[in-house]
């Protein structure tokens, strides 16, 4: 089976076939950085690390780019509100390159923490202001730009295929929209390429310009870095699905209305995350689609500080396809929680049975049996990255008892290279600190006596003599010793 995504331009599934045999360019949108991203953000950075490891795992020769936005990026897409960059500098007393610099740092923390890859070319606008202007500078050539009110303008009636990706139609869009936005609009869903002093006087960060000093539009920026580095047509962009009516609509305008050719083969959209109302929470303000703008969103560290590992994040988007829709709750983070801990604890005991020792890459052969879950893995990552069928072979190939633990090891070390949970690492942890456990008791008399009475109730659970296991329960209680039953067996503590 060869690899088949989803392609939104168009919306259907289609073979993969790059533009170069053996080789994939891809960017992706990457963040404005005037705030941390939230985890609905980085929803969209775990979805595009799995297409970059994947295509890594199919052998193909990558190159990924992304952009930083650190130009202002007004509230709105269609041009209209505040500075974002601007605003955010204002609260905090500090320069727009201050606030973009913090931000993108913390951005970068994040990923770091969720295991994401960084592309291979990160690429801020503030660094490509004159590919912008050269950008610009063609489709003013090819007729497609207007001056209007001190800003230059793209007029989307010089491109029929305006609309395309978002499956508009501009003459019904001309029909029905309000055309007092911007009274400097030919069209209402034109756009500016160029800012200048004449919208906004003392706007931080300017440059000089064929039309003026001022600064580019959010657009121009993605079509102008991603053909600097990927070239005038590219394999695939990625972004959330707000992106596809305006921005990446805009985007093609602007790449094929310069170059004349189809600028991106492929278009890959996830979905978005919302919160859930709880259980018993039906007035839950946080619910709903997360928001920068109203202030309701949560950003990893949240999550850390409830006693999360951004890793049981991870596998909680992996259980869910790219293209679904995701609904956050502290439930569903508590069973993502959960599940993370069991699959690490099974590691574990594969490790233990392999005298804790993790093979080396590559030196361990594998199996036919084997081979059928990594077939299984590979076969659900080419299925449009199906991630949660990608998971169930795993977890399956683990609980195999018919293959030796170093296959198994083998195997998860395979997967994990995609699923990217540190599995083996946590694993080899959780096994070392077992073994210094079982040390402790054993060189502690009172512990060896503490355990074998928990495992003489775990024996009568066993047996239905439920009068001894409680009584056990109450005589280790009277002693100051609390017994925890876990999925993976009782555990017990002193009080």
């Known amino acids: 089976m060869a690899l088949r995504l989803y392609n939104t331009m168009g919306r259907k599934m289609e073979d993969f076939v790059p533009l170069q045999a053996g080789k994939a360019g891809f960017y992706g949108c990457g963040p404005t950085v005037y705030n941390y991203a939230h985890i609905g953000n980085l929803r969209a950075y775990v979805f595009l690390d799995i297409l970059d490891k994947t295509l890594s795992y199919l052998n193909y020769d990558i190159t990924h780019v992304m952009n930083i936005t650190d130009i202002g990026h007004l509230s709105g897409d269609d041009d209209e509100g505040e500075d974002k960059m601007v605003k955010t500098a204002k609260q905090r007393g500090q320069s727009v390159l201050e606030i973009a610099q913090f931000y993108t740092d913390a951005f970068f923390n994040d990923i770091d923490r969720l295991n994401i890859r960084r592309p291979d070319i990160v690429c801020k606008a503030t660094e490509h202001i004159q590919d912008m202007i050269d950008l610009i500078k063609r489709l003013e050539a090819n007729g497609h730009t207007y001056l209007s009110g001190g800003n230059l303008y793209y007029d989307v009636s010089t491109f029929p295929d305006y609309g395309k990706l978002a499956c508009l139609n501009l003459d019904d869009l001309k029909a029905g929209a309000r055309i007092d936005i911007d009274q400097n609009k030919r069209n209402p869903q034109d756009f500016v390429l160029w800012f200048t002093k004449s919208k906004f006087e003392n706007q931080a960060l300017v440059w000089d310009s064929p039309w003026g000093r001022g600064y580019p539009g959010w657009h121009i920026e993605c079509s102008a870095m991603s053909m600097k580095y990927l070239g005038e047509q590219i394999d695939i962009h990625t972004g959330g699905i707000d992106h596809i009516p305006v921005h990446h609509t805009n985007e093609i305008a602007q790449s094929e209305g310069a170059t004349g050719k189809r600028w991106v083969n492929y278009w890959l959209h996830n979905e978005f995350l919302v919160i859930a109302k709880e259980k018993g929470q039906e007035d839950n303000q946080e619910a709903g689609k997360m928001s920068k703008s109203s202030g309701n969103f949560l950003t990893l560290q949240s999550l850390v500080d409830k006693g999360f590992h951004p890793l049981d994040y991870r596998l909680f988007l992996l259980g869910a396809h790219y293209r679904s829709q995701v609904a956050f709750s502290w439930t569903a983070m508590e069973g993502a929680k959960s599940a993370r801990r069991a699959l690490v604890q099974r590691v574990a005991r594969v490790v233990e049975q392999n005298q804790g020792q993790i093979p080396a890459k590559?030196?361990?052969?594998?199996?036919?049996?084997?081979?059928?879950?990594?077939?299984?893995?590979?076969?659900?990552?080419?299925?449009?990255?199906?991630?949660?069928?990608?998971?169930?072979?795993?977890?399956?190939?683990?609980?195999?008892?018919?293959?030796?633990?170093?296959?198994?090891?083998?195997?998860v070390e395979k997967m994990d290279t995609i699923l990217s949970l540190s599995l083996l690492d946590s694993a080899q942890t959780l096994h070392q600190e077992n073994v210094q456990a079982a040390q402790a008791t054993a060189a502690d008399p009172e512990a060896q006596e503490i355990q074998a009475l928990v495992d003489e109730r775990t024996a009568a659970k066993k047996a239905k003599d439920f009068a001894r296991a409680d009584a056990i329960r109450q005589q280790l209680n009277d002693r100051g010793i609390q017994i925890i039953d876990t999925p993976q067996g009782p555990q017990w503590k002193r009080m």
Do not use: C, H, M, R
Request: glycine share 2%.
């Open 362 to 411: 590559d030196a361990v052969d594998i199996s036919p049996k084997g081979q059928e879950y990594l077939d299984k893995f590979k076969a659900a990552l080419e299925n449009d990255l199906a991630t949660p069928q990608a998971l169930s072979a795993l977890q399956t190939a683990i609980k195999d008892n018919s293959l030796p633990a170093n296959e198994i090891l083998a195997i």
